[in-house]
């Protein structure tokens, strides 16, 4: 069993965070795992309603977390060492991409409300609107384009 977590560790840096504290960063939103697409000239990035495949649209949990990347090899692995230049990949409600913006969690994160269902009760995550990329030929994901969601 690993350590206990600091208390209010989502206020230190990222960089000062144990593994299990940044595993524990995560809100369980979900939004990280809708496929976007990214303009190659201007860089802009935009959301899809189309999930990967690993993506459990009711949970919005990975559901092959620990060995994700043997399926998804594209998928961005976060680290305290990366988040600088996957950031801007990130929708701006993450609890990555805000702390490393130096910006604090929101009131729904469950860190800060301490109840794990808070993200779904508040409607930040993407529990049961996501569409299985396996049910997407990838040409056709810009008729699932979407405002990035909050």
């Known amino acids: 069993m690993g350590k206990s977590l600091r208390k209010k560790f989502w206020e230190r840096p ?20 809708l496929n976007k697409l990214e303009d190659e000239e201007t860089g802009e990035v935009v959301f899809t309603r189309v999930a990967c495949r690993l993506l459990d649209g009711e949970t919005c949990q990975c559901s092959q977390y620990d060995i994700r990347l043997q399926f998804v090899p594209e998928c961005i692995h976060l680290t305290p060492e990366n988040i600088g ?20 969690l929101h009131d729904w994160h469950p860190l800060v409300s301490g109840d794990p269902d808070s993200v779904h009760k508040a409607g930040r995550s993407v529990q049961g609107w996501t569409v299985p990329e396996f049910e997407v030929p990838e040409d056709e994901w810009e008729d699932h384009l979407i405002e990035e969601p909050h």
Not at 16 to 32: F, H, N, R, S
Not at 85 to 104: D, I, Q, V
Request: proline share 8%; aromatic share 10%.
């Open 14 to 33: 990222l960089d000062q965070l144990t593994p299990q504290e940044w595993e524990a960063l995560c809100d369980g939103c979900g939004k990280c795992c």
């Open 85 to 104: 230049e996957t950031a801007y990949f990130m929708p701006a409600s993450c609890a990555y991409r805000l702390r490393h913006e130096g910006k604090p």
